[in-house]
């Protein structure tokens, strides 16, 4: 089985300072990793993804994310939050083939002025 | 390029009916799958449909269903309703099944409230 785990359901930063929201994974297979953005009665937004490529990848928006398979994991970045990144961001793992998308729970992203 | 699109947006229902959701997916994709998201539970994976086919299905009971046509667009159907099927219900397309390598395309979703 495999499963997704973001390990702050909140996190609030000041406009201008970095935002990190934390994600851990467990798969049996080579997974694909995910980051989606929900604004608020919007649908979901993909940032970035991560397919067995460059572990480092670069996202919309000035967001990027590492991939480490030694630790399980795929925290996602940007160096200067801004007040329209404030939204619900969402950790997701393929593990291939037709299995659907795993969905870690979300975390919340507040940006203060 | 229009995106996806569903039907409706917003739903009242009470418990014991029945209810049908659409999903319009982007020109050309012809994989369709549906999400249930909810406070508690998060986003769950219902169901993945290619080429009028039901390919893979997560864990929910026979009350949810679902259909895709020819022309690629999707219909879900919950039936008997329960307070606890109050949730937003996303529909998702992509060009083929495979979810690794083919970014899913989300639409607004379905907002059903449960009476």
């Known amino acids: 089985a495999q499963s997704v785990t973001q390990l702050d359901s909140h996190v609030s930063v000041s406009e201008g300072t970095p935002v990190l929201l934390r994600c851990n994974y467990s798969?049996?297979?080579?997974?694909?990793l995910f980051w989606y953005v929900q604004h608020p009665n919007k649908g979901l937004q993909l940032l970035l993804k991560?397919?067995?490529?460059?572990?480092l990848v670069k996202g919309i928006n000035g967001f990027e994310a590492e991939f480490k398979k030694s630790e399980t994991s795929f925290h996602l970045t940007k160096p200067s939050a801004h007040m329209s990144d404030a939204a619900e961001y969402f950790c997701?793992?393929?593990?291939?083939?037709?299995?659907?998308?795993?969905f870690g729970k979300g975390t919340h992203l507040i940006i203060q002025p | 390029k229009a995106g996806v699109t569903q039907t409706p947006r917003y739903l009242i229902k009470t418990r014991g009916q029945q209810v049908t959701l659409s999903c319009s997916p982007i020109?050309?994709?012809?994989?369709v799958s549906w999400y249930q998201q909810t406070p508690g539970q998060g986003l769950q994976f219902l169901f993945e449909?290619?080429?009028?086919?039901?390919?893979n299905k997560g864990n929910f009971p026979g009350r949810f269903s679902g259909r895709q046509f020819s022309n690629s667009r999707s219909e879900m159907n919950v039936s008997t309703l329960e307070l606890g099927d109050s949730a937003l219900y996303l529909c998702?397309?992509?060009?083929?099944?495979?979810?690794?390598?083919?970014?899913?395309?989300f639409g607004p979703g379905t907002r059903l409230t449960v009476l």
């Open positions: 998702a397309s992509s060009l083929d099944l495979d979810t690794s390598y083919n970014e899913q395309f």
């Open positions: 798969s049996s297979y080579s997974p694909s």
């Open positions: 991560y397919t067995s490529a460059a572990t």
């Open positions: 997701v793992l393929s593990g291939g083939g037709a299995d659907g998308l795993t």
């Open positions: 020109s050309g994709h012809r994989s």
């Open positions: 449909y290619f080429s009028e086919t039901q390919r």
